[in-house]
């Protein structure tokens, strides 16, 4: 039994690795969310590098006066794409453009961060380590590839800030076969550097993966706030219908 147990285990965290595109996700660090400035930061990225090819359909901007934001500073810093607030945050570009130019239409990334959930990580994850693996590849149309998603199509959109890098791969022996080598990711090498470093470039990657993770469920944060009132109501109610139950019955034999 222990070692059937031991095979599903092992089994489950294969299925998990995998479902992460064989790369072990990052954690993102999830206190973001509830921090006004840097979903605000995260919406100014998202606006400026994100919303050319990508649509977030579901979205209005003016949901983001949620995040401290007036309307006039949407007009002014955000409504790229729109004449009104109230519209829905879409983009020009159409599937069939998308598909000619990037052999594949750009995904609508109003849940992007839902969707990506997986046993390897939540959605966020996901997104946060995606954003940090690009890596030069001659051998692709748009010149990069990506560690996390292997030969995506879309290209390193934020490659002046983050600098450009090369993935290096190295060969080992199987361990299950010394006949056999296993290639495997190395690290990543410099080539140039960007307008940040590496801590200030991962703390920008943080905060649009923040406002992707809020965009999915604007909502979730207040719904956590009230959730913990309700299950608090529901503790001292529990109490009380004990004690009330304890008393009416207590004559009854």
Known sequence: MKRILTVLLAALALNAYAA????????????????????????????????????????RYNR??????????IKKNLLLTAEKTGELMKVSLDTRQGKEWFGAAPPDLSVIARS???????????????????Y???????????????????????????????????????????KKTIHSFGGF???????????????EVADLVAFLQWMGEPAQNQRVRIGVWVLLFLAVFTV???????AYWKDVK
């Open 20 to 59: 992460g595109g064989g790369t072990p996700l990052d954690h993102f660090p999830k206190e973001r969310v509830t921090d006004v400035a840097a979903l605000q930061n995260g919406a100014k990225l998202f606006v400026n590098y994100c919303l050319n090819c990508h649509a977030a359909g579901s979205m």
């Open 189 to 203: 090498e410099p080539i140039t550097k960007g307008t940040l470093d590496a801590l200030a470039y991962d703390s």
């Open 64 to 73: 983001m006066t949620d995040l401290g934001l007036t309307d006039d500073q």
């Open 240 to 246: 009380i219908a004990w004690r009330l139950n304890a």
């Open 136 to 178: 030069r590849d001659d051998t692709k149309a748009t010149g990069w590839n990506n560690l996390v998603f292997p030969s995506v199509a879309m290209p390193h959109v934020l490659w002046e800030l983050q600098g450009q890098q090369r993935a290096v791969f190295v060969e080992s022996p199987d361990p299950h076969d010394p």
């Open 116 to 134: 990506r959930a997986s046993g390897a990580g939540s959605g966020a994850d996901y997104l946060y380590t995606y954003m940090r693996s690009f």
